[in-house]
């Protein structure tokens, strides 16, 4: 049997005929991150979200209000499964405040306000001069304090408008957009009034979306300019990527003989090469636990190079039983950064350590701790020194490129040790003291566009040529005592 | 409309269930394919890319479908870690007896664990090399063939041969064994 075939067998009877996708839910949740996206990055436009609604909670008593601890935001462009709110989401407590201007473009959940706590209608008047009369009506008559009207177009908040006093109940709305006053362009809009109430405490008066119309030929992205992040450069095409041809001649001309595994000392090992005609180098660079090919030992001959200087805070001893440690888990500060002139690609946030422990030149365990960030998430900062690390940028996970320089670390916690596998399982890790090595991957070259579909099945050409080359960076942290 | 907004319908409405079916493929699951491909078009269209065509947003999109599902295991993997402790009874993991129960690719592509099946199906169904497999799962090399390994050495028992494996993905062993990873 064919694998491939077995699997494009099974792909095609998968039992999805009754699944179908919400573009709209797509839309929208996209739109909304590349909302958060904008500003100088990611972590930075996040922050800023986290912020409007920090200032905002508590509008209500805490009814709907949602704290930036609350929000569950994080530093990843996307989070599925987690819980709280997405960053960009107006909640029922963001609105009614006086920071409406700061919810300009977020995603407005019209379901979740429709009707509020009082039953509210609002009626439209016709647009005339770039202005829109609306009428509220509460149905037990409740005096309202203010009214915050909002013009939402394809679910996003395009304008605001807020009124006290009289206008609360009936005011000449601006169609002007909330970014920067322009006249609403022509198109399809909904106005929902949601008020606040003269009460103690206030309560919350909703309106139902009322579709209105702008007159004219609609553009078909009016808000594009608003909503649309420019994009960063293209790191990985960076004029100063280190090249596959370039990683070569460094590694050749830094071959050396065998390593004793000093503390603080680096080899580097060439794991994979497209011109290495057996394909085999893998094998014979194949450093870890026993049973795989090669003889168990570090490789003969190995290089220095200088791209990574690579960081772990290791304890001095671990506490291990059943392959735990316990007694407390220790927390295993870990930073890479580039010392090269290069930038190296390859380097995820995601990606945890790797920790190997070696006695008399042997592995015998792993361990992959954990990181302390339910996202997993690290942070690259630009440049050495403490001044720069204040100016933290987001990790771009989908570039994953190292400037020069550049750093990315992370806190992790070392929840367990895995002995290397036998015939009868995982070994135990006896009482002793052991070296600890870090193991980082450096991938260089190999990119190529995969295009898919039964009209262009084949590859693109890849505009490297196909030409790639692996490397491990081993780093040798000193000794750990692992007692049982 | 804006342009990313028309091709991700158009994606869709395309290629809607091949992606569906190749999402199946990863994690086995209806209800969790539709929701890997709802988060991976988010994922791939929550940024700006300039000259994204249906054809290489597809890729994008297979590409993150992997990438969130390996995302998804590895925040489950603490608490899986600690889960058997909560349980009354150990529960039995027996690939052998599950395929005899039906002998057929998606049984055996279930006896993977996730990672295992993320290296099969990047393999063998898009045609990755090692090294791109463990660049994209941020995986080692040396790892991926481990996966690559025992996975197909499950696969085998349920499929008999596979004629497409590759010496990449079979490394030879020196005499050791086991099923578990």
Known sequence: MKMSDALRGAAESAPVAELSISTSAVRSRARRNRLVRKGANGLVGVGAAALVFAGVAGVFGGQTALTAADSGVGGYEDSPGQGGAEPGVMEPGDVGSASADALCGMTFGAAQFAGGEVAATATLGEVASEVLPVSVTVADGAALASTTYYVVWEGLVVSTYDAVGEQALKAEVPLANCWDGSALPAGEYALVAVSLTADEPPIRVATGAVPFTIEGDAAADPFATYLTVPEPPDQSAASDALTPDDARAAYTLGLKGAWAMAAGTQRVLMTGDSADPTADLWGATYFGCPGWPGTGAFPATSAQVDWLDVSVSVPSSIHVSYGWVVDGNPVVHYSVTNTSTWSLPGFYASNPPRLVLVKDGTVVAEAYPVSTDPMGGGIAYPSAGAAAQQEALAWDADAGVLAPGARLSGDYLWRDLVGCWSSSGDAEVKAGTYTVLSSQEVYLGGNRAVAYGTESADAAPAPDGGDYVSFTVWTSLGTVSVQN | ?181
């Open chain 2, 1 to 181: 409309m804006a342009e990313w907004t028309d091709t991700m319908e158009r994606l869709v409405r395309d290629r809607e269930r091949a992606l569906l079916s190749y999402a199946y493929l990863v994690c086995g699951d209806p209800t969790r394919a539709q929701d890997l491909v709802q988060d991976a078009l988010v994922r791939t269209f929550s940024r700006e890319r300039k000259g994204l065509t249906v054809v290489t947003a597809e890729a994008y999109v297979r590409r993150s479908i992997t990438s969130v599902f390996i995302d998804e295991y590895r925040r489950g993997q603490r608490w899986q870690r600690v889960q058997h402790l909560f349980r009354d009874e150990e529960p039995t993991r027996d690939p052998v007896h599950a395929i005899e129960a039906s002998s057929d690719v998606h049984a055996a592509l279930a006896t993977l664990s996730p990672r295992e099946r993320a290296c099969v199906v990047l393999r063998y169904f898009d045609d990755l090399t090692v090294p791109q497999i463990a660049r994209h799962l941020g995986l080692a090399e040396g790892t991926v063939k481990r996966y690559l390994a025992d996975a197909v050495g499950r696969l085998q028992l349920a499929l008999g041969e596979i004629e497409d494996e590759t010496a990449a993905a079979r490394p030879s062993r020196k005499g050791a064994h086991h099923e578990d990873v």
